[in-house]
């Protein structure tokens, strides 16, 4: 099992231009999170899908689309990037039950100029 | 307002010593209190967790020690070695926030063989 993956790892966009970030999980789980990472400023949540079909917002996000594809499949899109959207850029899943444990990906580390 | 804060921001320890990191929080609806383990380059993984039951949870080197009535809680990292050296989060989810991670802003631990 491959576990959480996003694509790309790496990402240098102008101000203005838009793209779109790619996370895909298969382990079946449910519920799935976009967060961005700043020094000093933990992880803090951009938007989440509990279930295939829904999305909501989390803490920040201003800036920023989401799509629930299908199950597996989560992906943010920013339509005109900021540079204050320089960022490193985790997706997650959680499956249902009792454990809460949330899975990372590896991260896309996002520039914007 | 911050839901949880996290101290301290960085943590120098001596190879064998104890290192201990604090998180104090506000609501008293949430119920389960996860601490994250994050090496450079990586995404964060779940270390050990503890819900309010419990006042202390052990898992090797590494205890939670949790005060219900002070709102705090704490990763103690026992006999502390070089591959230790790692970023940590503590996060907070429950009440009205279930299925959402609230994460402290992260303490940067490095200890020196």
């Known amino acids: 099992n491959a576990g959480v993956t996003q694509t790309p790892k790496f990402q240098v966009l102008k101000t203005g231009q838009s793209m779109t970030l790619q996370c895909a999980q298969d382990?079946?789980?449910?519920?799935m999170y976009w967060y961005r990472q700043d020094p000093g400023m933990g992880l803090r949540l951009i938007y989440y899908s509990a279930s295939e079909g829904t999305t909501d917002k989390g803490e920040v996000p201003n800036g920023y689309n989401v799509s629930r594809l299908n199950k597996r499949e989560f992906s943010l899109r920013l339509e005109s990037a900021a540079p204050s959207q320089t960022s490193v850029y985790f997706c997650a899943s959680r499956g249902a039950g009792v454990t809460y444990e949330q899975y990372f990906g590896p991260g896309t580390r996002l520039t914007v100029t | 307002q911050q839901q949880v804060k996290q101290s301290p921001q960085s943590l120098i320890v001596q190879k064998g010593g104890i290192s201990i990191i604090n998180c104090a929080y506000e609501?008293?609806?949430?119920?389960?209190f996860p601490w994250y383990q994050q090496f450079p380059g990586k995404g964060p993984a779940l270390l050990i967790a503890i819900r309010p039951d419990v006042s202390e949870k052990k898992e090797g080197r590494f205890t939670i020690s949790f005060n219900k009535s002070a709102k705090q809680f704490s990763l103690h990292i026992m006999d502390s070695q070089p591959g230790d050296s790692a970023t940590y989060f503590c996060a907070v989810e429950g009440g009205t926030s279930y299925g959402k991670l609230t994460f402290g802003q992260g303490t940067i631990l490095t200890v020196h063989p």
């Open positions: 382990m079946n789980h449910n519920s």
């Open positions: 609501n008293t609806a949430f119920d389960y």
